[in-house]
């Protein structure tokens, strides 16, 4: 009996989540910083399954979509409807952005410049490339800045970064960890990323929601099947133009 008391003292110890750290003292802005580069900059690739669920004005969309993405500007999306349909192909080497439509029987073959607009066409996220996979690999921009100061709520602590009419608020978990990003111009938020349900093997958040409220738009990913970092063959970020539909050149 004294053996089973100890087992499950021993268990029942190990299953208690650790105590939130008490603030005697705010980390610096230099600390968090720091915290943030080097959890957040070590992600420079993702191979994952997602329901992406996007609200594009007053339209909403919902799929199943495969994901792989490359920084700085390499992606491709396999878009799936909820009954398992392949309605999209969309990939870029960083110059070229090819696409398949399967929506019309012949469907339509596409390809020419990764530009802003070709990708923002097909993607409905007006996003550079770059800022995109910025986001979604878990490493938001941090804005130019004159001004910071570190303030805390109830439940997180608030990075405050600020320039001109700039304003960008880097919020924590009491871990140190990065859980969200709003940034303003002119006083108006113009873009907010937040961060959720982080592996416990990588630390990469499972759960990706983006808000662009002057856009009316609002993406919010939620992977069920993740790799990071590893090898991806340049040729997945290209695709073959079938032979039996004909080539339409994009701007």
Same mark, same amino acid.
């Given at each position: 009996?004294?053996w089973?008391?100890?087992?499950?003292?021993?268990?029942?110890?190990?299953?208690?989540?650790p105590?939130d750290?008490?603030?005697?003292?705010?980390?610096?802005?230099d600390?968090?910083?720091?915290r943030?580069?080097s959890?957040?900059?070590?992600?420079?690739?993702?191979?994952?399954?997602?329901?992406v669920?996007?609200?594009?004005g007053?339209?909403?969309?919902s799929?199943?979509?495969?994901?792989?993405?490359?920084?700085?500007?390499?992606l491709r999306a396999?878009?799936l409807t909820?009954?398992?349909?392949?309605?999209?192909?969309?990939?870029?080497?960083?110059?070229?952005?090819?696409?398949?439509?399967?929506?019309s %029987?012949? +469907?339509r073959?596409?390809?020419?410049?990764? #530009?802003? =607009?070709?990708? @923002?066409?097909?993607?409905?996220?007006p &996003?550079?490339?770059e800022?995109?996979?910025k986001l979604?690999?878990?490493?938001?921009?941090v804005?130019?800045?004159?001004h910071?100061s570190v303030?805390?709520?109830?439940?997180?602590?608030?990075?405050?970064?600020s320039?001109?009419?700039?304003?960008?608020?880097l919020?924590?978990d009491?871990?140190?960890?990065?859980?969200?990003c709003r940034?303003?111009?002119?006083?108006k938020?113009?873009?907010?990323?937040?961060?959720?349900?982080f592996?416990?093997?990588d630390?990469?958040?499972?759960?990706?929601?983006?808000?662009?409220?002057?856009?009316?738009?609002?993406?919010?990913m939620?992977?069920?099947e993740?790799? %990071?970092? +590893?090898?991806?063959?340049?040729?997945?970020? #290209?695709? =073959?133009?079938p @032979?039996n539909?004909?080539l339409?050149? &994009?701007p």
């Amino acid at each position: 009996m004294r053996w089973l008391f100890l087992f499950l003292l021993i268990l029942l110890t190990g299953c208690i989540r650790p105590a939130d750290p008490v603030w005697t003292t705010l980390p610096t802005a230099d600390q968090l910083l720091t915290r943030m580069a080097s959890d957040s900059g070590q992600y420079l690739s993702l191979d994952g399954a997602a329901g992406v669920s996007l609200q594009s004005g007053d339209k909403y969309y919902s799929t199943q979509q495969f994901l792989l993405l490359e920084k700085p500007n390499r992606l491709r999306a396999d878009v799936l409807t909820g009954f398992g349909q392949l309605v999209l192909q969309m990939t870029s080497d960083g110059d070229v952005l090819s696409v398949l439509l399967n929506t019309s %029987v012949p +469907g339509r073959f596409l390809r020419g410049p990764a #530009s802003y =607009e070709n990708i @923002v066409r097909f993607s409905r996220v007006p &996003l550079k490339v770059e800022d995109l996979l910025k986001l979604l690999l878990y490493d938001p921009p941090v804005t130019a800045y004159q001004h910071s100061s570190v303030e805390m709520s109830a439940d997180a602590l608030m990075l405050v970064l600020s320039g001109s009419d700039q304003r960008q608020e880097l919020l924590f978990d009491r871990q140190l960890q990065l859980i969200g990003c709003r940034y303003y111009s002119g006083g108006k938020k113009y873009l907010s990323v937040d961060y959720q349900k982080f592996s416990e093997k990588d630390q990469f958040p499972y759960t990706i929601e983006i808000a662009m409220p002057l856009e009316q738009t609002r993406v919010k990913m939620k992977f069920s099947e993740l790799r %990071v970092n +590893g090898g991806i063959d340049i040729a997945q970020f #290209s695709l =073959e133009k079938p @032979v039996n539909i004909p080539l339409e050149t &994009l701007p």
